[in-house]
C-alpha cells in the first residue's frame, strides 16, 4: 500500500495526536460485530474510508484489498472468476468489512472442512501504535517472511494496531454441492458426524438443532452424487440449501433470534460427549457448540473444560465483562509483550481483548 495514500496519511495524523495527547482510539468499521469481545472505548477511528480492492490474480488465487472494503464487494469479485473465501466469513448484518472480518478471526460453517480464516491470510499493512507503517508476508504462499505476524493480526480486536490492507489466498467455487437433512436427536447426530469423519466424504458444513443434521456435501460431483447415494438423507433444493446456510452462517436462523439471553460458543473436541442441554446448536462436526443459556459464567466455562474445550461469552444483553476464558500468567505475560511492542502507549482499543491490553 502505497504511504502517500490520503486515508493512511490521515490515520497516521489521527494515531499521532492521540498518541502525542495520552487518549486511546476505537477502530471502527462497519460495526457489524462491535457486540464481539469487551465493551469498545476510546475515540472512535473510522477506516471505513480506506477502500477498495488492490490488486486480484485470479490464476495466483491470490486477493489484496484495503481495510475498509465491504466483504460483499470482495465476495462479488471473486464471484465473476467462480471463487471464494472458502471459511465462510459471517456478515452478521450490512457493512462487514475486510479489516472487522481479520480483527474478530470469525470462520462459518465450512471452517470444519476448509480450515479458518488465519489459514488464508498471506500478509498484512498495519499501522501500530507509533504511526508506523508495517508489512509483513506477501501475496504468495511461498513468501513466508513475516507470515506468521500477519496471521497474529486475526482475532486481535484491534488491539496491535490499525489493519490498512490484507492478502487472502481464495479458491475456486466447488463444482457441485448438496445438503441432507436427517431426523437425528443429539447423541446419534454427534456419533453419526464422528463417523462421517472416519470416512472419505466431502463434507463441507454440517449443523444439528433441534432434532435435525444437516450435512452439506461439496465437491467433484461424481464424489457428492456417491457420497449422497450412501448416505441417504433428505435433499434440499439447491436454492433452499444456500438460504439454509447463509442464514446459520449469518446468524439470521430462528435459533439466533433471541436477544434476550446470553449466547455462549463452546469450542470443544468433536468426539467430546453430548451435553443434554436445551437451547444448543451444533457446527463443525460437533467441535462448536452454540449454547443460550442464564447459567453462571464460571458454571459455563467448568462444564467446556470438562468436555475439554473452553467457552466464550459471544453476545450478551448485560454486556458482562469476562469474555473470553482468562488466560495462564505465562500467555497472559505473552500478549502483554506483544501489546508493548506493537502499541506501547496503548492507543488501540484498551480492553477490548483482555483487560489491560
Not at 502525542?20 to 471502527?28: Q, T
Not at 463417523?195 to 432434532?211: E, R, T
Not at 434440499?236 to 436477544?259: C, K, T
Amino acid at each position: 500500500m502505497k504511504l502517500d495514500h490520503p486515508e493512511l496519511l490521515h490515520l497516521m495524523d489521527a494515531i499521532m495526536s492521540a498518541r502525542a495527547k495520552g487518549r486511546a482510539l476505537d477502530i471502527v468499521g462497519g460495526g457489524t460485530k462491535r457486540f464481539f469481545g469487551e465493551e469498545p472505548s476510546g475515540e472512535p477511528l473510522d477506516v471505513r474510508y480506506l477502500t477498495g480492492i488492490s490488486s486480484y490474480e485470479p490464476s495466483e488465487l491470490v486477493i489484496t484489498a484495503r481495510a475498509g472494503t465491504p466483504v460483499t464487494e470482495l465476495e462479488a469479485a471473486l464471484a465473476e472468476h467462480h471463487q471464494h473465501l472458502p471459511f465462510d466469513p459471517p456478515h452478521y448484518s450490512q457493512g462487514s468489512t475486510v479489516g472487522g472480518m481479520v480483527a474478530t478471526g470469525l470462520s462459518g460453517p465450512a471452517r470444519v472442512s476448509a480450515g479458518s480464516i488465519r489459514d488464508f491470510v498471506l500478509g498484512a499493512t498495519m499501522l501500530n501504535g507509533k504511526g508506523e507503517v508495517l508489512t509483513f508476508g506477501g501475496q504468495v504462499m511461498k513468501n513466508v517472511a513475516g507470515y506468521d505476524v500477519s496471521r497474529l493480526l486475526v482475532g486481535s480486536l484491534g488491539i496491535l494496531g490499525v489493519i490498512c490492507e490484507v492478502s487472502l489466498k481464495v479458491l475456486p467455487v466447488h463444482s457441485s454441492s448438496v445438503t441432507l437433512m436427517f431426523n437425528r436427536d443429539e447423541a446419534t447426530a454427534l456419533s453419526a458426524l464422528t463417523a462421517f469423519a472416519a470416512q472419505a466424504l466431502p463434507v463441507n458444513a454440517s449443523a444439528w438443532h433441534h432434532g435435525q443434521l444437516f450435512l452439506r456435501l461439496s465437491g467433484a460431483a461424481a464424489a457428492v452424487l456417491d457420497a449422497q447415494t450412501r448416505l441417504g438423507g433428505n435433499a434440499l433444493e439447491p436454492g433452499e440449501a444456500m438460504a439454509w446456510w447463509q442464514a446459520v452462517r449469518d446468524h439470521r436462523h430462528s435459533y439466533f433470534a433471541d436477544n434476550d439471553t446470553p449466547l455462549w460458543r463452546l469450542s470443544v473436541p468433536a468426539v467430546a460427549a453430548p451435553l443434554h442441554l436445551p437451547n444448543q446448536f451444533i457446527e463443525w462436526g460437533g467441535a462448536l457448540r452454540w449454547l443460550r443459556t442464564e447459567a453462571h459464567v464460571d458454571e459455563v466455562r467448568a462444564m467446556a473444560a470438562k468436555l475439554g474445550g473452553h467457552a466464550t461469552l459471544f453476545k450478551d444483553p448485560q454486556r458482562r465483562s469476562g469474555v473470553f476464558t482468562p488466560l495462564s500468567e505465562a500467555l497472559s505475560q505473552i500478549h502483554r509483550d506483544l501489546k508493548c511492542a506493537f502499541d506501547p502507549d496503548r492507543v488501540f482499543n484498551p480492553g477490548r481483548l483482555y483487560c489491560g491490553l
